[in-house]
T-cell receptor, first 113, second 114 residues
Framework: GENVEQHPSTLSVQEGDSAVIKCTYS??????FPWYKQELGKGPQLIID?????GEKKDQRIAVTLNKTAKHFSLHITETQPEDSAVYFC????????????FGTGTRLKVLA | KAGVTQTPRYLIKTRGQQVTLSCSPI?????VSWYQQTPGQGLQFLFE???????NKGNFPGRFSGRQFSNSRSEMNVSTLELGDSALYLC?????????????FGDGTRLSIL
């Protein structure tokens, strides 16, 4: 069935270092891949997304890469700051034409000052 | 533009009761989806509504139901509550009908079952 695997489950980095979170999806029909950041007591906040016709997208310190052949996509955060500490979720669009997202299990990122 | 609004933010119920949660999407968004978030199962899709029609449903029992009104506001109902229904229930809205636009989430309703 539809599945998204996300690694690692926890990640600690020193402030200023880079962080990379990886996801693998199973449904080859998935064509939209958003990333969300969730802080304590809040709902997930969209931080970046990528569509299947694009290999890479960057927004300031955040970038996402997509390898359709391998069904992999990754989130890259450079020059990490303490406020980047949160839980990050990847997702893949499910059934075409609807908003059923399949979410990864989340990565708790801790940026150490 | 106001974001997705969910009410109430917190709710405490006992087993066997029923509950109704409310979601007001971003103005102009016609798609509303509901997700259940628990520490053990993560974010799981419940159902999606678009223009008052349920387009997709996740693998949850029939005790979980929803509806969408003509103004795109949505409600979710859970009947005969069980302890395992304790979770954060999240609502997300999106524009467009295609399924490949960003979904924007509210801050959720935390439901606790005693």
């Amino acid at each position: 069935g539809e599945n998204v695997e996300q690694h690692p489950s926890t990640l600690s980095v020193q402030e200023g270092d880079s962080a990379v979170i990886k996801c693998t999806y199973s449904d080859s029909a998935s064509n939209y891949f958003p990333w969300y950041k969730q802080e304590l007591g809040k709902g997930p906040q969209l931080i970046i997304d990528i569509r299947s016709n694009v290999g890479e997208k960057k927004d300031q310190r955040i970038a996402v890469t997509l390898n359709k052949t391998a069904k992999h996509f990754s989130l890259h955060i450079t020059e990490t700051q303490p406020e980047d500490s949160a839980v990050y979720f990847c997702a893949a669009s499910g059934i075409s034409g609807t908003y059923k997202y399949i979410f990864g299990t989340g990565t708790r990122l801790k940026v150490l000052a | 533009k106001a974001g997705v609004t969910q009410t109430p933010r917190y709710l405490i119920k006992t087993r066997g009761q029923q509950v109704t949660l409310s979601c007001s999407p971003i103005s102009g968004h016609r798609s509303v989806s509901w997700y259940q978030q628990t520490p053990g199962q993560g974010l799981q899709f419940l159902f999606e509504y678009f223009s008052e029609t349920q387009r997709n449903k996740g693998n949850f029992p029939g005790r979980f139901s929803g509806r969408q009104f003509s103004n795109s506001r949505s409600e979710m109902n859970v009947s005969t509550l069980e302890l395992g229904d304790s979770a954060l229930y999240l609502c997300a809205s999106a524009s467009g009908a295609g399924g490949n636009q960003p979904q924007h989430f509210g801050d959720g309703t935390r439901l606790s079952i005693l």
